[in-house]
C-alpha cells in the first residue's frame, strides 16, 4: 500500500472506462472476473483492452485480483486506500458520477430538440 500513490490514482481514473470499472467493483457485493466488463458503458471492448485496464488498475493498486483457474477474481482495495488517502477516493468517484449525470441530460435535452 506504501507504492501506492496520488498520482498513479489519478492517472488510472484519467481513463472513464477504468474510472467506471472501478466503481462498479466498489459497489460489487463479491469479486468480479475481468469478463463482466466486456460490455460497459454501452461499449463492447475487446479483451485484450479490458486486460490491459484492469493491469493498470492492479498496477497502481486500485485492486487485487486472486487467480482462481483460468480467470483472474477482481476487488477493490476500498478499506485500505481510505485509510491511506481518506475520502479522496470517494470524492473522485462521485465527481465522476455527478458529471455523468450532466452529460447525461445535456444530451437528453439535445435530442427532444
Given at each position: 500500500?506504501?507504492?501506492?500513490?496520488?498520482?498513479?490514482?489519478?492517472?488510472?481514473?484519467?481513463?472513464?472506462?477504468?474510472?467506471?470499472?472501478?466503481?462498479?467493483?466498489?459497489?460489487?457485493?463479491?469479486?468480479?472476473?475481468?469478463?463482466?466488463?466486456?460490455?460497459?458503458?454501452?461499449?463492447?471492448?475487446?479483451?485484450?483492452?479490458?486486460?490491459?485496464?484492469?493491469?493498470?488498475?492492479?498496477?497502481?493498486?486500485?485492486?487485487?485480483?486472486?487467480?482462481?483457474?483460468?480467470?483472474?477474481?477482481?476487488?477493490?482495495?476500498?478499506?485500505?486506500?481510505?485509510?491511506?488517502?481518506?475520502?479522496?477516493?470517494?470524492?473522485?468517484?462521485?465527481?465522476?458520477?455527478?458529471?455523468?449525470?450532466?452529460?447525461?441530460?445535456?444530451?437528453q435535452k439535445k435530442k427532444r430538440k
Amino acid at each position: 500500500m506504501e507504492d501506492v500513490t496520488v498520482e498513479g490514482i489519478l492517472y488510472a481514473f484519467s481513463n472513464p472506462v477504468r474510472i467506471r470499472i472501478y466503481a462498479e467493483l466498489a459497489v460489487a457485493e463479491c469479486a468480479q472476473i475481468c469478463s463482466a466488463y466486456r460490455d460497459i458503458a454501452g461499449v463492447k471492448l475487446p479483451k485484450s483492452t479490458l486486460s490491459q485496464h484492469f493491469a493498470i488498475l492492479r498496477e497502481t493498486g486500485l485492486i487485487r485480483s486472486e487467480r482462481k483457474g483460468t480467470e483472474l477474481h477482481n476487488e477493490t482495495r476500498c478499506e485500505e486506500l481510505e485509510k491511506r488517502f481518506g475520502p479522496m477516493i470517494d470524492s473522485i468517484i462521485d465527481a465522476y458520477i455527478a458529471q455523468n449525470a450532466r452529460s447525461r441530460k445535456v444530451i437528453q435535452k439535445k435530442k427532444r430538440k
